[in-house]
């Protein structure tokens, strides 16, 4: 199991005079990685720094993050557009919903082919990946009853089907 690196926010603006700043979280488990993990800042996953994380103030989407060594305005304003990642194993939920999965073809615990995945959808209650089979698209849910794995050497999400999910 190779790590990854995947993204978890976007640095969106700066809020305070002491570095604090206003984050927009790209995943549903942003809040299990963003402080249970090593984090690291930069606009892509090749070019990127540790940060450790001081302090969150405030609640919900009004939390406001401080991170050591960004200690005024002026240094919150330069990590503005910049993206929060986490190293991840194959096995951990987030592999399951990264970006990178577009264009993986989705495939039956059989082999047979459902179709190419063409986005990864947050819901109220579960992720769903849209898949388009060139006539029609389907929602699959990301649950581990469904999803079996991925293959990243190959490109392919392994699904076993529940009954009538495919109809």
């Not at 190779?2 to 700043?21: D, F, H, N, W, Y």
């Not at 995945?117 to 947050?122: G, K, T, Y």
Request: glycine share 8%; hydrophobic share 45%.
């Amino acid at each position: 199991m190779s790590p990854r690196i995947q993204p978890i926010a976007t640095i969106t603006t700066a809020s305070g005079l002491k570095g604090e700043v206003r984050v927009r979280p790209l995943s549903r488990y942003f809040d299990e990685y963003v402080e249970d993990r090593e984090l690291m800042l930069g606009f892509s996953p090749e070019i990127t720094e540790n940060i450790k994380l001081e302090i969150v103030r405030g609640m919900g989407k009004k939390r406001r993050f401080k991170f050591a060594g960004v200690d005024s305005f002026v240094a919150a304003e330069r990590i503005v557009g910049q993206t929060i990642f986490v190293e991840a194993n194959d096995d951990d939920e987030i592999i399951l919903i990264g970006k990178e999965l577009l264009g993986f073809e989705v495939i039956t615990d059989t082999g047979i082919s459902i179709g190419i995945l063409s986005d990864v959808v947050w819901l109220p209650t579960n992720d769903a990946y849209l898949i388009n089979d060139g006539e029609r698209e389907l929602l699959i849910p990301v649950i581990p009853e469904v999803v079996q794995g991925v293959n990243f050497d190959d490109k392919l999400i392994i699904i076993t089907p529940m009954d009538g999910l495919l109809d």
